[in-house]
């Protein structure tokens, strides 16, 4: 995101704090909440125990942004990503093995 950019989105959320009364800061809390959560909850996910899409289907972890749309974790990413971190490990302990 550029400077203009920024500058749009910051005058934006003044304005609408100005109509509402409410500080910038107040503002810009209530428009990055969602994107807060969702960061929160997807680090807070185990995804090593994943063998199955069923198993990926339990965590359900699917979010719905407005205007952006559905952020959701396909099956074939988390597998590559274990099979890529089985990998290493498995490298490493070649590699420092004495």
Known sequence: MDKNDQK?????RHRIGLNNHLTDAIIKE???????MAEEVIKELDLS????????????????FKGLGKLHIPFRRVDRK????KSIKISNKKRWKN
């Open 82 to 85: 274990n099979k890529q971190q």
């Open 8 to 12: 749009k989105i910051e005058a934006l």
């Open 30 to 36: 209530i428009t990055d909440a969602p994107y807060k």
């Open 49 to 64: 125990d994943i063998v199955t899409e069923e198993d990926l289907d339990d965590i359900k972890t699917n979010f719905y």
